[in-house]
């Protein structure tokens, strides 16, 4: 199989970028591996990067039928996958903190969404709705004035952001609009997607544009 021009997920087949789709390979003990980084040596197969299909493909023994071969598919895969791309996000976050692409605190995070400086909002799980909704507020605010659509996460416990980002407490975080902030939006975005998205605020966001389209048909 030529993995670069068939990139098809072994549930749906349908083929869809790298970015769209996690690999998968067999280990030497016949057991199924996630290849997050896409980087693991020998034949792989290509699922749709979300929970439900990577269920689905070890539910029906879709994985044996890629490989043509008898494999052990882990019972946990599911949350397997789901730790491996948490671990890489951390990772990522961690990196770019000591880039200086990361501010942490409720006020520093709001003024990193209200100057379009901030690329994403992380929140932690225990994040009070109050703090959630000042940023919030923040967020819609900068959309309203022409910035950018700046959207928040909630995916990490405050101890694992914490530990990622070398601080304490840490409940409110934004990466910003630079290099190393662009390679974690792209491993959240990848990990909030497995998970099935956050379509609370995708409808938020959608929200405000209704507003800005109907208060331009009034003009």
Not at 16 to 34: T, Y
Not at 62 to 91: C, E, H, N, W
Not at 157 to 181: F, K, M, R, Y
């Amino acid at each position: 199989m030529d993995e670069m021009n068939d990139r098809t997920c072994i549930v749906t087949r349908r083929q869809a970028e790298a970015d769209e789709l996690i690999r998968f390979v067999v280990g030497p003990d016949s057991a199924v591996v996630p290849d997050i980084k896409r980087n693991l040596p020998g034949r792989g197969c290509w699922v749709t990067a979300d929970r439900l299909h990577i269920e689905k493909a070890a539910a029906k023994n879709l994985f044996a039928r890629a490989f043509k071969a008898q494999v052990t598919v882990p019972a946990d895969i599911g949350d397997m996958v789901d730790g491996l791309l948490s671990r890489y996000a951390l990772g990522m976050l961690g990196l770019a903190r000591k880039a200086g692409a990361v501010v942490l605190g409720a006020a520093k995070v709001e003024t990193a969404v209200r100057d379009g400086q901030a690329l994403l909002v992380l929140h932690a799980t225990e994040a009070s709705d109050d703090g959630v909704r000042k940023i919030s507020q923040a967020r819609r605010a900068t959309v309203h004035l022409g910035g950018p659509a700046i959207l928040a996460y909630k995916l990490f416990p405050e101890a694992e952001l914490s530990l990622a980002l070398g601080g304490t407490n840490v409940i409110h975080a934004a990466v910003l609009a630079q290099d190393a902030g662009l390679a974690v939006e792209k491993r959240v975005v990848a990990l909030d997607r497995y998970r099935g998205g956050t379509p609370n605020d995708l409808a938020m966001l959608a929200a405000v544009a209704d507003e800005d389209d109907a208060a331009e048909d009034m003009e």
